[in-house]
């Protein structure tokens, strides 16, 4: 048994001597370093040199040492960005120095006004500017301490702000371990401003959209919404990101310039904006702000302005502030672009799990650059909300999302005529019945069969994060569905060079290229196979968690809803759901028809079969001595053996330890084997 857990890295704490400890935590202290190197280069420096599966290795190794020497942990330990316990409610905390707010211009002549206002304030001195995009996310500070981040917080009203180090810590371009040589920069805080990518936004909308629940309305508020959560496990889920514009704090001023603080916010580790520039006068200013002004259309987060700073630190110091805003910088804010145009139809496009969501059909219209034809409208409520009719002239903006959006109506313009919305009792594509359950905002069609469904259904099987087959297209799915070929996700392993060659726009060598890749796919692993069946709230991290868990689907399909909760992070909903999905006839035909054609349902590690606890039940109740019930458990299914939370006939050890619960008199009542803790580790041996 000891070889066992050796070779798990799980020796027992108790036989350690002092050198093996200054070994083990050498080597934790190494495999953080290295962690925290390759966090940097992924997510500062968006340069990566290990792949995920390495990352990913390292970190299992050190999460598994962590777990065997819990009095390891530090917290600034990279293991510690999962998330941990959900707070009761914030702390208020007060800014070292408050946080100010910028004063906004819209016009050159305003920027002039400001350059003018400056040159007075320094006796006629020639200011250098730097010039920042300003991002549009939350402010928040960070307090670095002996180059540990030891304290992050809102900005709230300026004055005052939450606490909200828990969240942060989950941000992966946030440093929790700065390198500080010296007593200069041994305290300091920084601020920055934490966004979502429109990619990252789109995911977590469409998660929401799968779960019924509101949608956000754009990403500021998405990431708003994710950085105030209680439970920092979910904020975790959430790929925030941060850019770092400036020191507020430190102990002895060592800069002369802004630009040279932003250089060693670089060194240290933290993630600033690559696009800041230096301009030697006002006239390269306004050059920047007409640059950017279309430009940031082309940028992956939104974009609401410039900033424009005093470059000497000794100038800003000179110039000072207001009450509000500092007199060294400046905003300049791009208005956000509307157009307006006629909603000429409102149309309603179903999804991959049946969710009909209502989009207007616009007279087209150019709006920031380019031609606008649709807008989404979210949901039938939101349009009954914002009272939007077919026929109305409508006010369309642009944010960060692709397809723009409907601000409003124009009621003036309103001519009697104008129809309203109802969402459709039959699915527009199938004909089956439009269902919304109460409490949800969105409706769905019931059709197993549904063509729109299975299109998105194939779209998504064969998404990159999937079973990753390139070279699956819109128009080759499209195709596939309304010609008959393909009628559910199994059918593609079936296609033939002939049938695919025979399809418009696709010439042999395409063809072939799509069979590999079809082919190849059939390897792509338990845990993109689970995330690729597209189970309702089943999304990659769920997934994830799931194939940790169960190793193979033949396992999966027979978990409970009782087993699936015991499992951290699954809920009652995603626990139904799962179960639902398995036990509809037609779910469990496609599976079959998968597995016939040869793609692999279990995961790699359950090839080694034959585990000492192999099959066997567990249920822990009360505390053990000797191991933490995380590691228990990790020692249970590491021998081939399952633990569950609920003592059932099915069951076949109830391990006992101190205080136990009431699965013990549950246990004695069934007659299920009961063991103490030296009769686990006997089972072990
Ligand atoms: S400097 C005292 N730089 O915009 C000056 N702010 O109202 C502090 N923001 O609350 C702000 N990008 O959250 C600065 N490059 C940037 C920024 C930026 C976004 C936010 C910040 C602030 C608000 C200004």
Partial sequence: MIANLLQFGMERPAKLKDQDIEAIKKKIEDLRNNILYHDRKYYVEDNPEISDYEYDRLLRELKELEDVYPQLVTPDSPTQRVGGEPAEKFQTVEHMLPMLSLDNTYSNDELIEFDTRVKKGLEGEEPEYIVELKIDGLGVALIYENGLFIRGATRGDGTKGEEITQNLKTIRSIPLKIKVNGPALSYIEVRGEVFLTHQGFDRINAERE???????????????????????????????????????????????????????????????????????????????????????????????????????????????????????AIAYKYQAEQAFTRIEEIIVQVGRTGSLTPVAILEPVRLAGSIIKRATLHNEDEIIRKDIRIGDTAVIEKGGEVIPKVLRVVNEKRKGNEVRFKMPERCPVCGAAVFRPEGEVVARCTGSACPAQLKERLHHFAARTAMDIDHLGPAIIDQLVEKNIVK?????????????????????????????????????????????????????RIAQIISQEYSSMDDLIKARREDLESIPEIGPRVAE?????????????????????????????????????EEKQFVLTGTLERFTRDQAKEIIKRLGGRVTSFVTKKTDYVVVGRDPGSKYDRAKELGITIIDEEGFIKLME
């Avoid at 779910?587 to 585990?611: C, F, I, P, T, Y």
């Fill in 577 to 613: 759901s799962i179960v639902v999905f398995f036990l509809q006839e037609e779910n469990r035909r496609v599976l079959k028809k998968l597995k016939d054609a040869g793609v692999q349902m279990h995961s790699k590690r359950e090839e080694k079969k034959g585990g000492l606890l």
């Fill in 210 to 328: 799968d779960r019924g629940e509101p949608l956000f309305a754009n990403p500021r508020n998405a990431a708003a919404g994710s950085l105030r959560l209680l439970d920092p496990s979910i904020t975790a889920s959430r790929p925030l990101d941060i850019f770092i514009y400036n020191i507020s704090y430190v102990r002895d001023s060592v800069f002369k310039t802004h630009f040279e603080s932003l250089q060693t916010l670089k060194r240290l580790g933290f993630k600033t904006n690559p696009n800041t520039v230096f301009c030697r006068d006002l006239k390269e200013v306004m050059h920047y702000v007409e640059v950017w002004r279309e430009k940031r259309e082309e940028l992956d987060y939104d974009v609401d302005g410039l900033v424009i700073k005093v470059n000497s630190l000794e100038q800003q110091k000179r110039l000072g502030s207001t009450t509000k805003h500092p007199r060294w």
């Fill in 488 to 540: 559910d996700v199994a059918d593609i392993y079936s296609l033939d060079l002939a049938t695919l060659s025979g399809l418009e726009r696709m010439a042999e060598k395409s063809a072939q290229n799509l069979l590999n890749a079809i082919d190849r796919s059939k390897d792509a692993g338990f845990l993109r196979l689970v995330y690729a069946l597209g189970i309702r709230y089943v999304g990659e």
